[in-house]
């Protein structure tokens, strides 16, 4: 695991009356590897529901992403937990560059499963999200019953990656202190301003934004990159092992990890039923999140 030399914590004040999102913060300050880093997540719902819902964020965005799904699966008496991973959102912000690894942020996220023992969940994800995600129910299947999979993709190094994906790693590349809000304004049409704000708060200046500017670069690119070799496993998973339930949305307008990408994933996943097409999504499916939450409840319980 890269040591830690230090690390920027967002002052709480600048996530004070964000629209759309009056959850309580919940930390945790003890995950096994990373000694005195805080991880923030939400938990909403009742604690000892039949399912629990996991929602991954990606890159440069943070658990406001899910601010409109979260009440969608509690008011069907789910648990919905969002944790924000190292560098985004309330959680800590490590400025080594060298901390920001496929296998440290993988790890992150499985200790923290294992440290709210989380069960019966339904895995959602988006971006990287997915690409973390995606590769951990193979080391713990009985814990994962569902799916529902938005934009994303699996970093197997083995496919080229898409133009789109190239043209957006040169752009974080050459912004460095990336515009966050005028991205999401760009990305979701009628999104207000301050909902744009909201997304930008994790981020007060460009030292805090380490996070965004690496992930890009740790997409695997090679079958040797970091990453590549667990992520080829994952996809065996999904395709001959995976028993679970699952769905699958696609924002057709995103110009990343859009239809072509989505339907190439689709065809790794045993089962999964016909993909929900949103005409009018991006690559930020989330703020479409209320139809498609009810969309795949419904599926699963007709299953």
């Not at 999102?21 to 590897?33: A, K």
């Not at 190439?264 to 991006?282: M, T, V, W, Y």
Request: aromatic share 10%; net charge negative.
């Amino acid at each position: 695991m890269p040591e830690v030399r230090a690390v920027l914590r967002t002052p709480e004040e600048r996530f004070e009356t964000l629209p759309g999102y009056d959850f309580t913060p919940h930390y945790l300050s003890d995950l096994p590897g990373f000694p005195g880093m805080r991880v923030h997540y939400l938990d909403e719902g009742p604690p000892l529901a039949e399912h629990t819902v996991l929602c991954l964020h990606g890159q440069p965005t943070w658990g406001y992403l899910y601010r409109k799904m979260v009440p969608e699966f509690v008011a069907r008496g789910q648990r919905v937990v969002v944790p924000d991973l190292f560098g985004f959102g309330r959680s800590d912000k490590p400025v080594d560059p060298g901390f920001y690894g496929f296998l440290a942020h993988r790890q992150m996220l499985l200790e923290f499963i294992a440290r709210l023992d989380l069960e019966r969940i339904t895995l959602v994800v988006q971006d990287w999200g997915g690409l973390l995600g995606l590769t951990l129910p193979q080391d713990d299947p009985d814990r994962y019953l569902r799916l529902l999979v938005l934009n994303t993709t699996l970093g197997t190094g083995d496919v080229p990656l898409t133009k789109g994906f190239l043209d957006w790693r040169a752009y974080c590349k050459a912004h460095p202190d990336l515009d966050i809000a005028a991205l999401m304004r760009r990305a979701v049409p009628g999104l207000s301003e301050g909902e744009a704000q909201a997304y930008a708060a994790p981020f007060p200046d460009a030292s805090f934004k380490e996070g965004v500017r690496r992930f890009p670069e740790l997409v695997p690119d090679s079958p040797d990159a970091e990453g590549a070799a667990v992520s080829r496993r994952a996809r065996e998973f999904w395709s001959h092992a995976w028993e679970g339930r699952s769905f699958m949305a696609i924002g057709m307008q995103d110009p990343v990890l859009g239809a072509a990408v989505m339907h190439a994933l689709h065809g790794s996943i045993r089962g999964c039923p016909q993909p929900l097409e949103i005409d009018e999504g991006g690559h930020f499916l989330q703020e479409w999140g209320g139809p498609i939450v009810s969309k795949a409840l419904s599926v699963w319980e007709t299953a």
